[in-house]
């Protein structure tokens, strides 16, 4: 069965987290949630989040799909050296990295995005240009291992995509 992991920390956005979380659970994927520690996440919708698991009782697995949602979540993964070298471990391994909306700050400060295909939110188009990453401002793109979406609304096809890499 396929191991992912949808990452969690305070002011994600809800439906970022949520959707993929329990769209993926629906699919019959084996689905966990991780955040810095074991306790509840109010996300920027209000919504509150507890974790499956913490990122230092996860940092050891494999998971064939890591999901980043957006919100200002990213930028507080971003501080966190040891979700870096995670991150980097399985863009190494070639496991699928799914970022929505401001999440590829991760894969920007994870230094994976020179000469790739991604796609974010508007408002971080020039991070990822001066990081190197080939942008584009489409709905949601796909690079080999890198599947990324500007926003909720655009998540969904992405998921749907994300869905069948799984099944492949």
Not at 23 to 47: C, H, N, T, W
Not at 121 to 140: R, V
Not at 151 to 168: D, F, S, W, Y
Request: hydrophobic letters at 40%; glycine letters at 8%; a negative charge.
């Amino acid at each position: 069965m396929k191991k992912i992991l949808v990452l969690l920390e305070k002011m994600v956005e809800d439906s970022e987290f949520l959707y993929p979380y329990l769209r993926l659970q629906e699919e019959g994927f084996d689905v966990i949630s991780a955040a810095p520690e074991l306790k509840e996440y109010q996300g920027k919708g209000g919504m509150v989040f507890k974790p499956d698991y913490s990122f230092n009782e996860i940092k050891s697995i494999t998971f064939d799909a890591v999901i980043i949602p957006g919100g200002y979540a990213p930028d507080l993964f971003r501080r966190d050296e040891g979700l870096i070298r995670f991150i980097r471990k399985h863009d190494e391994r070639g496991k699928i990295i799914v970022s929505i909306c401001h999440g590829p700050w991760l894969l920007i400060s994870s230094e994976i995005v020179k000469g790739r295909k991604v796609t974010g939110f508007h408002a971080i188009k020039h991070d990822l240009i001066n990081a190197g990453a080939i942008y584009d401002g489409s709905d949601w793109v796909e690079d080999n291992n890198f599947l990324s979406a500007t926003n909720p609304v655009t998540m969904l096809p992405m998921i749907k995509r994300l869905v069948e890499k799984l099944k492949e």
